[in-house]
């Protein structure tokens, strides 16, 4: 059987700023996407990246009274700095201030352009300078702009348009007969809704006159292009479009993990972009909701809450990917507290999960010099654990199949404390203190190592660093991927029966909320 491909994205981020808890959720989100599939055996490719053009980027690099080429180098240094710090595994990092980027977006204006769907028109509408766009009368509050509560100007200027009305119909049509192209559902919905209405043309250039720091339009040197004709084709250009290997090979199964303020660009430009250029429309979008981080901005241990490397540096890595993943549900919205993230660090990870590991070595050291014990060299079919993993293991495969990382955790740690109820009921230590229970007991301990050893693979797409740090602590040889496919994670009795087992290090040390360092 070939093995099948599956291509994610982040979008590029705009460096006007540095990067921030929404430009790490979606980077996470894709990276956790990713590392499950090369572990349900697909052949992946991840792409993230920085967006550089726009006046707003020179408004900033003025203000810090650098060239736009300085100020561009050097935020989008701090994202591909930070994206190691959070063990995003990107294959590629692509700049749209790249040559090879800037030679795509000439050729699909090219195209796009001779096929007569892009034209020339003066246009006369109010433009709110915040924004860089025109906006439309109803669209305003009060006749003022909603997101800066200014009057927009009236201003008069030639452009060149997208034509985007004669393709809607075909849109409507595709995304009715792709479920799941627009996923969550709600999306879907809100993107038909958009839809119902007639589409205005796109404007895509500015006048070399307002602005010169962008992609010169091939067909009038007076204009580049703007936004979306110049971001969007990031996705393409990076897989090497037009006869790129990875292009032909991976572009089919593209999926764009976007939050939801970006959906209409990408829900209707970006097809209809591709259509009007004759090229294959992507697989499908992934949407997800915004952070709210209201009333608890700035944090008296960490600072700034917002800023992944503050969080990341006092909580840890694994932490901070936990909490994102297992408190959004994909699609929602979620609040981001420190208070929440510490209490999940205090329960989920060092009590259920940290003593659940330590328990079961340090009883298998003192009860067995820390031996593993055979679980298949036993006969007490009644303790096993084996068909309890085989459920968790599919479910937590249909989650993370349908993009429902929060139920794909909650599956593992419904898992856990099956686990720890099973050391209640059975008592290992009250069976140590029988001689004739000592096969019973080494199938209660072989059992509990069989299911950490399970937990260890499953968690390895949210927290790649604690499933190798368990996997080596019970002496399972890492394949080089760093992972064990999930096919074979089921099987029970994998373990090397008497390999020694040493005490664990603490995977996760309480965080102590009355004595925060420096307090
Ligand atoms: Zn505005």
């Given at each position: 059987m070939e093995t099948p491909t599956q291509f994610f994205s982040t979008p590029i981020y705009y460096v006007n700023a540095k990067p921030h808890l929404g430009h790490a959720y979606t980077t996470i989100a894709a990276d956790v996407a990713t590392r499950f599939k090369q572990m349900d055996g697909y052949d992946t490719y991840f792409l993230t990246g920085t967006d550089e053009h726009g006046d707003k980027i020179v408004q900033a690099a003025d203000k810090e009274q650098q060239s736009p080429r300085e100020y561009v180098d050097k935020i989008s240094r701090l994202f591909q700095d930070l994206w190691p710090k959070l063990n995003i595994g990107n294959n590629q990092f692509i700049r749209t201030t790249h040559p090879d980027h800037i030679r795509v977006v000439e050729m699909l204006l090219t195209r796009i352009h001779d096929r007569g769907d892009i034209y020339f028109s003066s246009y006369e509408g109010l433009y709110c300078f915040g924004c860089e766009r025109f906006y439309q009368?109803?669209?305003?509050v009060d006749g003022k702009c909603?997101?800066?509560g200014v009057a927009p100007s009236a201003i008069k200027e030639s452009n060149y348009f997208f034509k985007m009305s004669q393709y809607q119909d075909w849109l409507i049509d595709h995304i009715k007969t792709h479920p799941?192209?627009?996923?969550?559902k709600q999306y879907e919905t809100e993107i038909l809704s958009f839809l119902k209405e007639p589409l205005e043309d796109l404007c895509i250039s500015r006048p070399k006159s307002r602005l010169t720091w962008g992609i010169t339009l091939p067909f009038d040197e007076n204009f580049v292009t703007y936004v979306w004709f110049d971001a969007l084709t990031n996705y393409i250009s990076a897989l090497g479009?037009?006869?790129g290997p990875l292009f032909t090979k991976f572009w089919p199964s593209a999926r764009h993990f976007v939050a939801k303020d970006i959906i209409k660009p990408h829900g209707i430009y970006w097809p209809i972009m591709l259509k009007a250029a004759g090229i294959d429309i992507y697989n499908g979008l992934n949407v997800h909701g915004f952070w709210n981080v209201s009333g608890s901005k700035?944090?008296?241990?960490?600072?700034?809450?917002?800023?992944p490397v503050a969080v990341t540096d006092r909580y840890g890595v694994d932490a901070f990917r936990y909490f994102l993943m297992r408190e959004m549900v994909f699609g929602l919205d979620a609040n981001f507290t420190e208070d929440v993230l510490v209490s999940r660090i205090n329960s989920?990870?060092?009590?259920?999960l940290g003593n659940l590991f330590s328990r079961v070595l340090s009883m298998n050291l003192k009860y067995f010099k820390g031996r593993v014990p055979d679980p298949?060299?036993?006969?007490?079919?009644?303790?096993?654990l084996e068909t309890d993993a085989q459920m968790v293991i599919q479910h937590f495969k249909d989650a993370m199949t349908a993009y429902e990382f929060h139920k794909g955790v909650e599956a593992i740690w419904g898992f856990i404390s099956r686990m720890n109820k099973y050391i209640d009921t059975h008592e290992p230590w009250r069976l140590a203190k029988?001689?004739?229970e000592r096969l019973r007991l080494e199938a209660v301990i072989g059992n509990l190592l069989e299911g950490l050893r399970t937990v260890a693979c499953l968690i390895y797409p949210v927290m790649p660093e604690t499933s190798t740090k368990m996997l080596r602590g019970l002496c399972m040889v890492l394949p080089e991927t760093g992972f064990f496919p999930l096919e074979k994670i089921?099987?029970?009795?994998?373990?090397?029966?008497g390999a020694c087992l040493e005490k664990p290090d603490s995977l996760f040390p309480r965080v102590d909320v009355l004595k925060k360092p420096g307090h």
């Open positions: 009368e109803r669209e305003l909603p997101d800066h799941g192209f627009i996923h969550p479009y037009p006869d700035m944090s008296k241990s960490i600072g700034n809450v917002t800023d989920d990870l060092a009590n259920d298949n060299g036993t006969d007490f079919a009644d303790l096993s029988e001689p004739d089921g099987k029970w009795g994998q373990m090397s029966a």
